[in-house]
């Protein structure tokens, strides 16, 4: 039986157009009213898949406007097809126009050098750690329909335990698909990824805490660096705030395996604010 992010990406080719594929998206991945960022970035990444044989290495989305639930449909442009190395673009439209642009970077292993200039961080196992659930129902507020979709766990942030003096805007959650979309292998889809990478808001409200306006911080831009094949259940994120100013604010998302211990995913996201009440 197919996960449920296999078939929400899940997509049908137009046979009057080529390189053109559409599906209609169904709001089981919103965050909280639009769908999720990394459903949509997914959706551009399967497109351009059907193109080429070679694992995805890097994708590149600018988020030009909200996706809603609905018919969506994605064009795909091959910009180089190469022996080792080939890129598309794809163009995510909604009947309202242009939701996003997503470049990728599709390539073979190649000759190089294998090393790691970052460390895990050191935390409880998921099992020892409270779950968003937990933190939502004794907070008294509603989780977003994402949230049915993937187990979260809080490790290190405001969310579990006092804020830290001085601020700092690191987080560190595990994460897991309810229904795992993997192959024959036990190899977690590549796209998936997509969706633990664009998570990177956290790091914000840790840093800010409580006591400011209430605001939201839409995408701008979002690159994923797809590292490692994941073979372990859950997925160790570590996310930081570079900076914040002039209304936008640059965020990073580390993601390692456990089971592994590789680092498999490395994401960047320029996100602006926005503040509802005012």
């Not at 989305?61 to 609905?70: E, I, Q």
């Not at 190649?110 to 004794?138: K, M, N, Q, W, Y």
Request: proline share 8%.
């Amino acid at each position: 039986m197919p996960s449920s992010f296999s078939t929400e990406t899940a997509l049908v080719a137009d046979p009057a157009v080529a390189g053109r594929f559409a599906t209609v998206l169904s709001g089981d991945w919103n965050a909280p009213v639009y769908t999720h960022g990394g459903i949509t970035t997914a959706l551009a990444v399967r497109a351009m898949q059907q193109q080429f044989e070679q694992p995805l290495r890097s994708v590149h989305t600018l988020f030009v406007s909200p996706v809603p639930p609905g018919p969506v449909t994605v064009d795909v442009t091959v910009l180089r097809r190469g022996r080792s190395v080939s890129q598309a673009v794809a163009t995510l439209r909604t009947e309202a126009g242009t939701g996003l642009v997503a470049t990728a970077a599709f390539g073979d292993d190649r000759p190089g050098f294998e090393f790691t200039d970052l460390v895990a961080p050191e935390v409880a196992p998921p099992e020892h750690c409270r779950s968003f659930e937990e933190i939502s129902a004794a907070k008294g507020f509603e989780l977003a329909p994402l949230w049915q979709q993937l187990d979260g766990r809080t490790t290190r942030g405001r969310a579990d335990r006092e804020p830290q003096v001085p601020p700092s805007s690191e987080q560190v959650f595990w994460y897991r698909f309810r229904q795992s979309p993997r192959d024959a292998d036990g190899v977690l889809d590549p796209a998936a990824l997509l969706v633990i990478a664009d998570l990177m808001a956290g790091a914000i409200g840790e840093y800010l805490g409580d006591e400011v306006a209430r605001w939201l911080a839409p995408s701008v831009e979002m690159t994923v660096r797809l590292l490692e094949p994941v073979r372990g259940e859950w997925i160790l994120s570590r996310i930081r705030a570079h900076r914040s100013g002039h209304g936008y604010v640059s965020l990073e998302n580390q993601l390692w395996d456990p089971e592994t211990g590789t680092l498999v995913a490395h994401g960047t996201q320029l996100a602006f604010y926005s503040f509802p009440d005012s």
